[in-house]
């Protein structure tokens, strides 16, 4: 099977509203990638016609206090209802919820052993919602340096050791790779530990947050590693546009596709 290819209405097509946003997005064949659902018409998007890819899997809370968690459990049942609006099949969730230009609203990079503890039970809580509802919770690694400075479980090594700790069958990653280049690169040997973890992957170029071709990330060698290890999932271009909006998707689709004459696996 091929890898499959969605782009974040978020970030494309600025101009227009999130519903003709998706819309343009289906129309050039991708799935549909949207963050706080509480924002938007959820009918509208659905009559769209795209399929959606992800959404934001809570409202409020966070993996590392008791009051967190519990708010982090109770606002993805609402989310989850909203997964049934759009009929997205996974949960997009982060260490702590994060507030305006993307910093954390319970900052805790220093973190306990009670604290893994505590967020591997909330995300087999979390689990044990979505595979009720068959669907699957993603939780997203994140930068640092540039982003989200003070994120707890942030690194993709942290987010790797808490999915696998969870070892829950609708509990996986979402293995954004512009994060990943910017807290801690080797990319492609990441990506062939985590496979196995792996229920989405997001991409955006470095630096800039922008289309693949427009950094340093070698985009298309990544993608013939992820041909060459199966990889038959998802792949988001969650990432602004440096110019054109369409140009923009041409570059992610071209870095994505298999050269002529090379199998998709």
């Known amino acids: 099977m091929p890898i499959t290819l969605a782009a974040c209405a978020e970030m494309i097509h600025l101009d227009h509203p999130i519903a003709e946003r998706a ?123 540039v982003d989200h400075p003070g994120t707890p479980f942030a690194r993709a090594e942290d987010t790797l050791e808490l999915v696998s700790a969870a070892d829950h069958p609708a509990v996986r990653l979402n293995l954004d790779l512009y994060h990943a280049q910017i807290g801690e690169g080797n990319l492609i040997e990441l990506v062939r530990r985590a496979l196995p973890w792996i229920g989405e992957i997001q991409v955006a170029d470095v630096p800039g947050r922008c289309e693949p071709g427009t950094g340093e990330i070698h985009h298309p060698a990544i993608a013939a590693a992820l041909r060459d290890l199966g990889y038959d999932g998802v792949v988001g271009m969650e990432a602004f546009a440096s110019g054109d909006s369409d140009a923009a998707l041409d570059a992610f689709i071209a870095a994505f596709s298999p050269p002529a004459g090379v199998a998709a696996h």
């Open 23 to 145: 819309r343009r997005i289906h129309e050039r064949g991708l799935q549909v990638e949207i963050w706080d659902w509480s924002a938007h018409d959820l009918p509208a998007l659905a009559a769209t016609g795209a399929s959606f890819s992800s959404l934001t899997g809570y409202l409020r809370g966070d993996l590392i206090t008791s009051e967190g968690s519990a708010e982090l459990i109770a606002t993805t049942r609402e989310s989850l209802r909203a997964a049934e609006i759009l009929d997205a099949p996974r949960l997009n969730v982060h260490g702590t919820g994060l507030g305006e230009g993307g910093i954390p609203v319970r900052p805790g990079t220093e973190v306990t052993g009670g604290d893994w503890i505590r967020a591997a039970d909330t995300l087999r809580a979390l689990g044990d919602l979505a595979a009720a509802e068959g669907r699957t919770i993603v939780l997203e690694n994140l930068n640092l340096a």
